[in-house]
């Protein structure tokens, strides 16, 4: 086996990997002390995602502790950009234009209404909008509509081209980005059995050993790295696939896209968004759906471009580029895993719906956890060990 050593070592390079490692670069640690460990960069959710960056829109009740982070997260962009642009003029999708979010009939608007009253019970920034207004704004929105929101904070990035961008300056700046699967931590432990220092990380062929902190951010693969707790089955963690299907489209030669912001909507209460991309295309989605179909779901994508050809009809007029599916890294509570393990061992995942938006968040506090051993943000609800009884190794 090869052995090699880094100060940082990172497994997985999704949005969570790719941005913590520019957040330690910019934090000023060499480029040459971090290293990116993943078999196939950018091909987990990261890949499948929409990129919205939308801390109202996406609120669900009784997920009030995740509604300050991702309120702080999406704060955070505009400079972790404008820290990025200072490498790269490649671009990331970024468009700041606000949201709307439509309801299809009645019901729908009666849903619509009592969610911004929540948005509204929690300070965020939230408009309602005259139909009129919104179509003044957006001529190709159906005109029976039976109510529009205005968010002007809700943006978006287009994951592909941020993750593209981030991977390339990693590479330009000499962070070592190797191709291969981590497969266990070597892991001392103190006399209760908790995990108290990280010293290697194994992948399939070879071993690195670590002289400052490891950073889980392998999404759903966290739990399959052994070595920080006791047998598979007794993880910590609680992850779980949830399959989101997304649609691609380009409109016809010569044409412009219908709209010129995202555009979500509840259509008989199924929720589908419409994103206008800066290269022209527009993507549609998402399912949410917990069954066997790996690939695309014949009815969810269905009914995608039904619900969205009824709240933009000018979309029927465009071409299919691709059809993808994507697996959210899914916890009971909708919060990350965000904290430490032992004293050097950050954990960093299941992100599950939000991990575009957290994935600024994600970066500074662990970037944060891995350098100093401490964090400001208010992480707590996020511990990786909420969901189990005790951190020992030993216990069964
Ligand atoms: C359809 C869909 C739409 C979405 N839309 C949005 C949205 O609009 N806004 C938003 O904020 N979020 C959205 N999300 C959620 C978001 O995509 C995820 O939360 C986020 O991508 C998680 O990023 P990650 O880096 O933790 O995981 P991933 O992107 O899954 O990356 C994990 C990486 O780890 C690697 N890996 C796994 N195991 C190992 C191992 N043992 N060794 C080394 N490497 C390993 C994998 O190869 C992969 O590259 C969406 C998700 C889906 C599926």
């Not at 400079?79 to 949201?99: C, H, I, K, P, V």
């Not at 139909?131 to 039976?146: G, I, V």
């Not at 002289?211 to 598979?232: D, H």
Request: glycine residues 8%.
């Amino acid at each position: 086996m090869n052995s090699f050593r880094f100060d940082h070592v990172i497994v997985g390079a999704g949005i969570i990997g790719l941005s913590t490692a520019f957040e330690l670069l910019t934090r000023d640690v060499p480029a040459a002390s971090i290293a990116v460990i993943d078999p196939a960069p950018v091909s987990g959710a990261t890949r499948a995602a929409g990129g919205m960056l939308a801390p109202v829109a996406e609120i669900q009740y009784k997920q009030e502790p995740l509604y300050p982070l991702m309120v702080e997260s999406g704060a955070l962009f505009p400079e972790m950009l404008r820290r990025l642009s200072g490498y790269t003029s490649q671009e990331t999708g970024y468009r700041t234009e606000s949201t709307f979010v439509v309801a299809a009939d009645r019901a729908d608007a009666t849903h619509l209404m009592e969610l911004t009253d929540h948005q509204h019970d929690h300070s965020l920034h939230v408009q309602r909008l005259p139909l009129r207004h919104a179509r003044a704004a957006e001529p190709a929105l159906n005109p029976q509509l039976a109510g529009v929101v205005h968010i002007p904070g809700d943006h978006q990035i287009n994951p592909s081209m941020y993750s593209a961008t981030l991977l390339q300056v990693l590479r330009q700046t000499g962070v070592s980005l190797i191709d291969d699967t981590v497969t266990h931590l070597d892991c001392t432990f103190d006399e209760e059995g908790a995990v108290r220092h990280c010293h290697r990380v194994e992948s399939d062929s070879a071993y690195f050993e670590v002289g400052a902190s490891v950073y889980m951010c392998n999404g759903l693969g966290t739990s399959s790295v052994t070595g920080w707790y006791p047998a598979k089955e007794l993880s910590p963690l609680k992850l779980r696939p949830v399959r989101g299907d997304m649609i691609r489209l380009r409109v016809a030669e010569g044409q412009e896209p219908p709209v010129g912001r995202v555009i979500r909507a509840f259509v008989e209460d199924r929720p589908v968004y419409i994103i206008p991309r800066t290269d022209s295309t527009i993507a549609i989605g998402a399912t949410s759906r917990e069954d066997m179909r790996t690939a695309p779901a014949v009815d969810g994508v269905f009914a995608l471009l039904r619900d969205a050809i009824r709240i933009v009809p000018a979309l029927e007029e465009c071409e299919i580029i691709e059809i993808t599916t994507g697996d959210r890294p899914g916890t009971p509570d909708d919060l990350p895993y965000l904290g430490l393990a032992g004293d050097n061992l950050v954990i960093s995942t299941g992100y599950f719906r939000h991990g575009i938006l957290l994935s600024a968040l994600g970066a500074h506090a662990g970037a944060d956890l891995g350098i100093t051993g401490k964090t400001d943000f208010h992480i707590s609800a996020c511990d990786p060990y909420r969901h189990c009884d005790q951190r020992r190794k030993d216990l069964p």
